[in-house]
Each structure stands twice: as C-alpha cells, then as structure tokens.
C-alpha cells in the first residue's frame, strides 16, 4: 500500500521535510516512488505539486496524519482535520505502592 508522508532532511537541529509517496512499510530513508513537495517547520513554507497529489490519492495513496493535515491546512485537499494520537508514557506510581504498606 502507498502513503503519502513526510521524509525528513536536512541538518541536525535544522529539520526540513520532503512530502513523499513511498510504500507503507518501506524504511523512511529509503529512495520514494515520487517527491510531491517540500514543507520547512521553522518558516512555515509548504510547496506542493496539487495535481500529483491528487493523482496519488486517486490512485489509492493514504496520507498519513501529518501529511493530511498540512495538505488541509495549504488547500491542497478538502476535509476535516484528522486527529494525532500520540502515545502516552507509563509513569509508575510510589504513592500507589506506598499507600497499601501503610495501612497494614
């Protein structure tokens, strides 16, 4: 299966991101099937070529989260925004554990 998705570039400290359509299970350095565009976080500059895009996700590519929102955000597709479920760490409780000792 085919995404579109964000394959990051550039310097350490100074990210920039190539927009891409690569295989779903394909490393993310590894080369795309096609660069639709370019997107740099710290000066909010997104560039995309609207046509393959739209040619990709008719075809089948599904964007991944990210990806679709920021082709939302520039007016490259029309939608709703997707939420970004992010995973949340594990802290183990001491008042837990400390609690049930104390009142034996």
Known sequence: MLVIRLQRV???HQPSYRLV??????KLGGPPAE?????NPFTKVFAAKKERVLHWLKNGAQPSVTAHNL???NK??????????????IVASTEATATPAAAA
């Open 10 to 12: 550039g310097k350490k």
């Open 21 to 26: 359509v690569a295989e779903r299970r394909s």
């Open 35 to 39: 660069d639709l565009g370019s997107y």
């Open 71 to 73: 082709l939302l955000k």
């Open 76 to 89: 490259v597709i029309e939608g709703n925004k997707m939420r970004v479920y992010m995973k949340k760490k």
